[in-house]
């Protein structure tokens, strides 16, 4: 028997009228032509797609594309026109490429066609084409004011060619949504034959705090198919990361299960039986969707309390990294694939990962309880409040979801994705990020790059050799010079010249810097955020030169802090339809 109609009562119960669903926006602002960026300084709101890569902490300036004969490509598309990029460009007559020398390429399309008798195409598959046809990011544009979270499709394992979704993983670009009067402002420009250059930011998407607070909210289903794939795949790629940030006292991070509920109408029912436990409050649906056969929500259920309660015994002994120890051991030894999912496999389980030198099992059943009694669960109580959020935390709908700092991060569930989102929270001035930022921080020293090339100008001052910083790069002293310890007023450390008689540094200058090594290193990074924003706008303004005619050159202002980029909230849905 199939249960599917009444968890979906049940979820809609959750989702509930003053609850709000975040929309995660991050900002658009058009840099050329100068008018229309003066006209426009606010810049527009965009809503982040729930797949792909977006670059959290960064930004992405590039030149806007939209593939149409009234903006200046003829190319036709079949069935659908081009601006709906329902097929692959390389099919297009004349087909199109959207790599350019003259930088990156922002593909703006339409969502839709709402009046095909094929339906509309899915938002990744527009994300797809365009990525294959080499834009380095989506935009897509609404048919009416109104800002929705673009969704992966759900079905991402059908196997038929329409229905299968299996490049979602492949999906390397950002993708975003904006409303139809303000795409219409970039699309009327590139009627008018202009040239239109805009900023992708992700800045300020999410709040920023010194202790970067994340949750995850998940299931210990594992039978649902490449959504639980990639569920799995992501912890287990994440746990020495999640470990290192937690051990370092650089965020607290808390799981979270997202429940159903009975209807208290329908509680003594089968179908609620093997679903829930505390007699229909808590539910999970039945992970093969068959009552009689296979696992049931209830088993699941029982394990979400489970990996809850080692969460909260880890934290109570000062070890809150072993809920992901558990959930990794758990995904390999007692996997619902290998019928071994149960409780004496979890156990067994918090066993092998040493609980009992910290905790014991006696604890552990103590914190779960009886599950069959008629009593409300405070955990789970908690886990449905902080699902349902408040009037600054949008409510938790998307399976999985990551919330930092309240915020609900938005794009593919994959390790570099997500931390450079973690990485991207952290208060800006305060702190230097985590050094494992640097690994999915832009390459912006490659040779060749605006860093490489910025620094090695400056020959007179020693300060040629480009580092990587989390979002940008910074000159520090390079070969033949030393660096003193000392800072000039724009934060940049003084280099001294290396004797060229002795190949030696000059004695004072060695006591120097064995003195301040501590004082620059402090220093260094308390000054490094000011000059990665100055240094951003530098680079920017140097590839904007590449375009720009010359006397526009310091037009526009690059506020990193204009108007418009705050997440907000609006009461809405997500959706994977176009
Ligand atoms: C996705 O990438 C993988 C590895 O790079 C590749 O093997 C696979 O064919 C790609 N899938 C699609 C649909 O392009
Ligand atoms: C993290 O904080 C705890 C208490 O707040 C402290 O005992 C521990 O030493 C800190 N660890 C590190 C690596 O700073
Ligand atoms: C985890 O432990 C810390 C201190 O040990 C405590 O402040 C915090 O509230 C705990 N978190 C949870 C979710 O129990």
Redesign the pocket.
Known sequence: MRIWPICLALFAALHCAECKFDIEKGGLRIKLPASAAAEHSGGFEIALGNFGSPRYGGELLAKMVYVDPEAGYPSQCFPEACNYACEPFSEASPPVDLHSPDGPVILMVDRGPQDSPRGACKFAKKVWNAQQAGAAGVLVVNYEDHLTTMEAPKDADGQDEDTSYKFLKNITIPAAFIGKSNGDIMKDLLKRGEQVHAIFDWKDVLPKRSLVSWEFWTNSNDQCGPICDVQKEFIKEFVPVAHELE???WTRFTPHFILWICPISDRNTPECSSQCIHQGRYCSPDPDGDLHDGYTGKEVVQENLRQLCVYKLGNDS?RPWVWWEYVTKFAVQCSMDSSLYSQECAEQVWDDIGANSWSSRDALHECIGDIDADTRNEIFENEMDLQKGDSQTGEVYILPTIRINGGQYRGKLAYTEVLRALCAAFEDEQKQPPPVCLKVADDSCRPGSLGDAMCSRNIESGLTQCSNTFNGYTCTCGPGFLSTGLMDSNGYEICAKISTKTGMPTYAVILIVAGAIGIVAAACYAAYRLRIRSAMHQEIRDIMAQYMPLEDNEGGTLDPNAASRRPGQVHSQADSQA
């Open positions: 051990h370092g006292n000062g």
